[in-house]
């Protein structure tokens, strides 16, 4: 396991954190077996740790026209363009188990128009790119090209609130130099 630090910013310890930030830390280290360091990075100052984790859930956790496996995607491909570094790692890990495809969210990482995904996806994440490097292009002709992929206005909403959220997310991880955990690297290799 690394021993360089985590964040440029304190980390408090889950011993000290407010009581509703450690039962969330520890629910997911009994869940995953580990804590993912953006819940360690993040505790430091809880306030915002609540905010970010409510609409990280409300965005991730919800019924939606955006299957699990694409969330990750636009999450990916958006955090290897921003250099997140981080949420490539941590999400690519994620994708892995959600797509039940390691290869997939390798290529996605690296070339998402390259990768072996569907036109409905490639589609989303051409959208999500634009969203995520310039979004005052957005025009009713992107709405027309995702309805014609199956894609409803609520779940353009969900692609552009997920890439913007991420790019949040993004430049805090990358501004307070957060690493990702060395348990994400092997994650879910052997599909």
């Known amino acids: ?20 930030i450690k039962q969330r830390v520890l629910a997911v280290q009994e869940k995953a077996g580990f804590v993912p360091n953006v819940f360690l990075a993040l505790a430091h100052r809880p306030d915002e740790f609540r905010a970010f984790f409510a609409y990280h859930d409300a965005l991730m956790e919800k019924d939606s026209g955006l299957s ?6 636009i999450i990916v491909a958006t955090s290897n363009v921003n250099g997140c570094l981080y949420c490539v790692v941590a999400h690519g890990a994620v994708l892995r188990i959600r797509a039940k495809n390691a290869l997939i969210a390798d290529q996605v990482a690296v070339n998402y128009r390259k990768a072996d995904i569907s036109p409905r ?9 634009k969203v995520c490097n310039n ?17 409803s206005k609520e779940d353009v909403w969900d692609i552009a609130a997920i890439t913007a959220f991420f790019g949040l997310s ?19 290799r052997e599909f």
């Open 121 to 129: 996806e490639h589609a989303m994440l051409d959208f999500a790119m």
């Open 170 to 188: 993004n430049r805090m991880v990358n501004t307070i130099a957060m690493r990702p955990n060395d348990e994400f690297f092997g994650m879910a």
């Open 68 to 73: 699990q496996a694409e969330r990750e995607m």
């Open 1 to 20: 396991m690394s021993q360089k630090s985590i964040s440029r910013f304190p980390v408090p310890e889950i011993k000290d954190m407010p009581d509703d």
């Open 135 to 151: 979004s005052a292009e957005v025009s009713d002709k992107d709405y027309k090209t995702l309805g014609e992929h199956g894609f």
